[in-house]
């Protein structure tokens, strides 16, 4: 939706991506968000059922194949870092604090974080149309190194080769 012309949250059948993961429940939690604590609001619908649309299914298929140790997700308008998952996020990227927004059902950092016990890291950027300085960019990915150096558990070559060894 943020290419649209007035751009929204949705995909092009009105589905929140973000309240479409699959959790537990998720009959019972995301619908009943949705209807009592949202008003129906279109802008937050969550699909018919979990994992009902292409690019959920997508992004659920790429962490199981890929198995990332930590998920960096991009979003706006808060100007906050959130973060959902085992462990401490990072307190702060560049200029952006962290605020922990909470965790909703059918959300990434509900499915990926709290399920999975997968880092989910959000920079929630000020703007959806205005994208940050090169500077502020810059900031942004020294402090998420960093975080990342110290927080996420370096995996060795042996490693890896042991898990793609095919015997």
């Not at 019972?28 to 008003?39: P, Q, R, S």
């Not at 690019?55 to 100007?79: K, L």
């Amino acid at each position: 939706g943020l290419l649209r012309d007035g751009s929204t949250r949705t995909n092009a059948k009105g589905v929140d991506i973000n309240r479409n993961f699959p959790i537990p429940d998720w009959e019972d939690t995301a619908l009943h968000y949705w209807i009592n604590k949202t008003g129906r609001s279109e802008r937050r619908y969550p699909g018919p059922y979990a994992v009902s649309e292409p690019e959920t299914n997508w992004v659920v298929n790429e962490i199981n194949t890929f198995r990332p140790d930590v998920i960096i997700s991009v979003h706006a308008p808060h100007g906050v870092v959130d973060y959902d998952g085992p462990e401490d996020g990072p307190y702060k990227l560049g200029r952006l604090y962290l605020n922990l927004l909470g965790t909703y059902p059918g959300s990434l950092g509900n499915y990926a974080g709290l399920q999975r016990q997968i880092p989910v890291v959000t920079i929630e950027l000020p703007y959806a149309g205005i994208m940050p300085t090169p500077q502020e960019i810059a900031n942004i990915w020294r402090d998420l190194v960093r975080w990342l150096i110290d927080n996420v558990p370096q995996v060795t070559q042996e490693e890896v080769d042991q898990e793609t060894d095919p015997s």
